[in-house]
């Protein structure tokens, strides 16, 4: 009788075991995690016990002629070091090629006409968690009968800003005069990320992805956009990604032209020792398998080649920063080197860094004086320092998936490739995923139109399928 019982107890307890594992296993299942909205305070001292003003002013990038003068003269007094001979972009920016850049910075440059380029898309601020916010806000200059505009947010990366996008807001605003259809047509939304061009840069410490993602999103819900698509490449990549996690019954989609994964299984270390001989085990097609190996040179050397930057501003960015503020030679050879090494790391073999084989001088230098009128090069680096002092894999979002529909473009000549095999351990639901023929790091300003074109693709897919309603 004992021994019936003690089974009889046995077998209830294995019942109950099984019952929780069951009930866990469902609900487990069930329950899809989002990510917390970040509520934060990035403003100078305490939190006012007043209500935020939440108006949206409009705004124009002016500049003085004090600044001006003051940044001429700084040109004229620059001091530069021999480069090494035939050294071209091997040791970082070549000076050689940098003093060129700096007599056509003095004598051809004309800011004052890209002050009228940047005003030409309507801009505003508004102060969100205590800070103020800059964005630019294009609306479709015409609408097909009985068309509405999809919103559209935009976030950029570093060193890159909101004039990144200026070419390819046309291609989406206005696509039919493109010869890109009219089928789907954008509201585009391109903030400056807080502490980037003329985004406030927070006052207090911990401004991470997380936090710029809620802050993006109460920017959007401000707009009146209660569902919008995201798209982003470099910071704007997570960016993006956190806010997908955040409200991901207000992204509609969510599109990417890079995405880096930072939790890594058994399955994607073993397919970097053998994906090149069992690609298919892996679920590697040929392309990847020609991007990333031999991946001792091409993942590894490449990381520990050109991350030097991100560990020095993931430590110390104040130091270099202040530097870089103080010099605006200093901070054009530190960001060039950046155009020339991700656009192409071929182009390290040339003299003048390929800088002008993908983007013309105006650009280039817009992009910096953007950094250098605003005096923003320091807090943007501190973003490396917020989201990764806590070391990689350690932080909530890491861990979450994501389920809103996804688009990747893995443009050719990235810094680093993900496959579409390692990406869908992230991204549950991605819906289309292309290598992209040609294009390195900065896409919307090297390709726009190939950019547009995958956008476009992707919009198409989901609003076709309605795959937002089957998140």
Same mark, same amino acid.
């Given at each position: 009788?004992?021994? $019936?019982?003690?089974?009889?107890?046995?077998?209830?307890?294995?019942?109950?075991?099984?019952?929780?594992?069951?009930?866990?296993?469902?609900?487990?299942?069930?329950?899809?995690?989002?990510?917390?909205?970040?509520?934060?305070?990035?403003?100078?001292?305490?939190?006012?016990?007043?209500?935020?003003?939440?108006?949206?002013?409009?705004?124009?990038?002016?500049?003085?002629?004090?600044?001006?003068?003051?940044?001429?003269?700084?040109?004229?007094?620059?001091?530069?070091?021999?480069?090494?001979?035939?050294?071209?972009?091997?040791?970082?920016?070549?000076?050689?090629?940098?003093?060129?850049?700096?007599?056509?910075?003095?004598?051809?440059?004309?800011?004052?006409?890209?002050?009228?380029?940047?005003?030409?898309?309507?801009?505003?601020?508004?102060?969100?968690?205590?800070?103020?916010?800059?964005?630019?806000?294009?609306?479709?200059?015409?609408?097909?009968?009985?068309?509405?505009?999809?919103?559209?947010?935009?976030?950029?990366?570093?060193?890159?800003?909101?004039?990144?996008?200026?070419?390819?807001?046309?291609?989406?605003?206005?696509?039919?005069?493109?010869?890109?259809?009219?089928?789907?047509?954008?509201?585009?939304?391109?903030?400056?990320?807080?502490?980037?061009?003329?985004?406030?840069?927070?006052?207090?410490?911990?401004?991470?992805?997380?936090?710029?993602?809620?802050?993006?999103?109460?920017?959007?819900?401000?707009?009146?956009?209660?569902?919008?698509?995201?798209?982003?490449?470099?910071?704007?990549?997570?960016?993006?990604?956190?806010?997908?996690?955040?409200?991901?019954?207000?992204?509609?989609?969510?599109?990417?032209?890079?995405?880096?994964?930072?939790?890594?299984?058994?399955?994607?270390?073993?397919?970097?020792?053998?994906?090149?001989?069992?690609?298919?085990?892996?679920?590697?097609?040929?392309?990847?398998?020609?991007? %990333?190996?031999?991946?001792?040179?091409?993942?590894?050397?490449?990381?520990?080649?050109?991350?030097?930057?991100?560990?020095?501003?993931?430590?110390?960015?104040?130091?270099?920063?202040?530097?870089?503020?103080?010099?605006?030679?200093?901070?054009?050879?530190?960001?060039?080197?950046?155009?020339?090494?991700?656009?192409? %790391?071929?182009?390290?073999?040339?003299?003048?860094?390929?800088?002008?084989?993908?983007?013309?001088?105006?650009?280039?230098?817009?992009?910096?004086?953007?950094?250098?009128?605003?005096?923003?090069?320091?807090?943007?680096?501190?973003?490396?320092?917020?989201?990764?002092?806590?070391?990689?894999?350690?932080?909530?979002?890491?861990?979450?998936?994501?389920?809103?529909?996804?688009?990747?473009?893995?443009?050719?000549?990235?810094?680093?490739?993900?496959?579409?095999?390692?990406?869908?351990?992230?991204?549950?639901?991605?819906? $289309?995923?292309?290598? %992209?023929?040609?294009?390195?790091?900065?896409?919307?300003?090297?390709?726009?139109?190939?950019?547009?074109?995958?956008?476009?693709?992707?919009?198409?897919?989901?609003?076709?399928?309605?795959?937002?309603?089957?998140?």
């Amino acid at each position: 009788e004992l021994c $019936s019982s003690l089974a009889g107890i046995m077998l209830l307890e294995v019942f109950l075991v099984l019952g929780t594992l069951i009930i866990y296993f469902f609900f487990s299942k069930k329950k899809e995690e989002t990510l917390p909205f970040k509520d934060g305070w990035w403003g100078k001292g305490p939190k006012p016990e007043t209500k935020e003003d939440t108006s949206v002013r409009p705004f124009k990038v002016e500049t003085t002629e004090e600044e001006l003068s003051d940044l001429f003269r700084r040109l004229d007094q620059a001091r530069f070091t021999e480069p090494l001979e035939n050294s071209c972009f091997h040791y970082g920016t070549n000076s050689v090629y940098l003093r060129k850049v700096v007599t056509y910075w003095k004598n051809q440059f004309n800011w004052k006409k890209q002050v009228e380029v940047l005003n030409k898309y309507p801009q505003f601020k508004t102060k969100i968690q205590g800070i103020d916010i800059h964005f630019v806000h294009v609306k479709p200059p015409r609408l097909p009968e009985g068309q509405s505009a999809k919103p559209l947010l935009m976030v950029h990366g570093w060193p890159g800003s909101f004039y990144e996008f200026y070419k390819i807001i046309p291609l989406l605003t206005d696509p039919a005069s493109h010869g890109l259809g009219d089928e789907h047509i954008f509201e585009v939304i391109c903030p400056s990320i807080p502490g980037y061009g003329f985004s406030e840069a927070p006052h207090k410490k911990d401004f991470d992805s997380v936090s710029a993602a809620s802050v993006f999103c109460e920017l959007m819900l401000r707009l009146g956009f209660n569902e919008f698509y995201t798209q982003g490449g470099d910071w704007g990549w997570l960016i993006c990604t956190n806010l997908a996690q955040i409200a991901p019954n207000h992204v509609k989609g969510l599109h990417l032209n890079m995405v880096s994964v930072t939790k890594m299984g058994l399955t994607q270390l073993l397919s970097v020792l053998l994906g090149q001989y069992l690609p298919g085990l892996f679920g590697f097609q040929k392309e990847d398998v020609r991007r %990333m190996f031999p991946f001792l040179k091409k993942g590894l050397y490449k990381i520990l080649s050109e991350s030097g930057y991100a560990h020095i501003q993931a430590t110390k960015p104040d130091t270099v920063g202040c530097g870089l503020n103080d010099s605006p030679v200093g901070l054009a050879s530190y960001i060039l080197e950046k155009f020339s090494s991700w656009t192409d %790391m071929e182009f390290q073999n040339l003299e003048d860094g390929g800088l002008e084989r993908k983007f013309n001088l105006d650009d280039l230098l817009t992009n910096i004086m953007i950094y250098w009128v605003s005096g923003c090069i320091v807090s943007s680096m501190r973003f490396y320092k917020e989201n990764l002092q806590k070391g990689i894999g350690t932080q909530k979002h890491e861990k979450l998936t994501v389920q809103v529909p996804t688009g990747i473009a893995s443009f050719l000549n990235d810094i680093l490739h993900t496959p579409q095999a390692w990406a869908q351990k992230k991204y549950t639901n991605i819906v $289309s995923f292309h290598f %992209m023929p040609r294009g390195g790091h900065f896409a919307a300003l090297e390709e726009p139109e190939l950019l547009a074109k995958d956008i476009l693709q992707f919009v198409g897919k989901v609003e076709k399928e309605q795959l937002w309603k089957k998140k």
